[in-house]
T-cell receptor, first 114, second 110 residues
């Protein structure tokens, strides 16, 4: 089966611009998660979708970040306007159900804000 | 979720077993122990998890002490491709906020 796909793999934008990251979860996985690692820090949880609904967005850093999952399939994470401190790697993961099993992560999008 | 403590780095000879320790002395009864790894430039990869019994799958074995305050991930025959950062995570099964911590950087040497 195809894994979790993220694109772009890399993005370099200027401060103040807008960037949209996309994640395609494994087909049939209702649960989709966004995590990120900013420079020198740990990987941190951002939010969790169950189908198209935001189940938990407690990790979203501020209102410059907007996540959507229309139709419960792929998800987008928009950063508008981007700031320098948003630079890092953004990971998406999916799982079939919310339970004990582990998540499948994508390879991430490396975002650089200059 | 309980905090975990791991050594920052370890080396292992290729073909030998790699034993990665993790301390989680404040673990609660409903918290599972998970192991993930991150190979350079890739996303985290799930390895194994357990509650209180030892577990084994095609990738690794997980040994959890009887008091559940520590665990060891065992890669039975480490290869160069196992070089990665290994994360020990303790969480309630339905908690999305997995705390990855700094992990252990395992280097497998020829």
């Amino acid at each position: 089966e195809a894994g979790v796909t993220q694109f772009p793999s890399h993005s370099v934008i200027e401060k103040g611009q807008t960037v949209t990251l996309r994640c395609d979860p494994i087909s049939g996985h209702d649960n989709l998660y966004w995590y990120r690692r900013v420079m020198g820090k740990e990987i941190k949880f951002l939010l969790h979708f169950v189908k198209e609904s935001k189940q938990d967005e407690s990790g979203m850093p501020n209102n410059r970040f907007l996540a959507e999952r229309t139709g419960g399939t792929y998800s987008t994470l928009k950063v508008q306007p981007a700031e320098l401190e948003d630079s890092g790697v953004y990971f998406c993961a999916s799982s079939q159900d919310v339970g004990v099993n582990g998540y499948t992560f994508g390879s991430g999008t490396r975002l650089t804000v200059v | 979720d309980a905090k975990t403590t791991q050594p920052p780095s370890m080396d292992c000879a290729e073909g030998r077993a790699a034993n990665l320790p993790c301390n989680h002395s404040t673990i609660s009864g409903n918290e599972y122990v998970y192991w993930y790894r991150q190979i350079h430039s890739q996303g985290p990869q799930y390895i194994i998890h357990g509650l209180k019994n030892n577990e084994t799958n095609e990738m690794a074995s997980l040994i959890i002490t009887e008091d559940r305050k520590s665990s060891t991930l065992i890669l039975p025959h480490a290869t160069l491709r196992d070089t990665a950062v290994y994360y020990c995570i303790v969480r309630v099964y339905n908690n999305n906020d997995m705390r990855f911590g700094a992990g252990t950087r395992l280097t497998v040497k020829p």
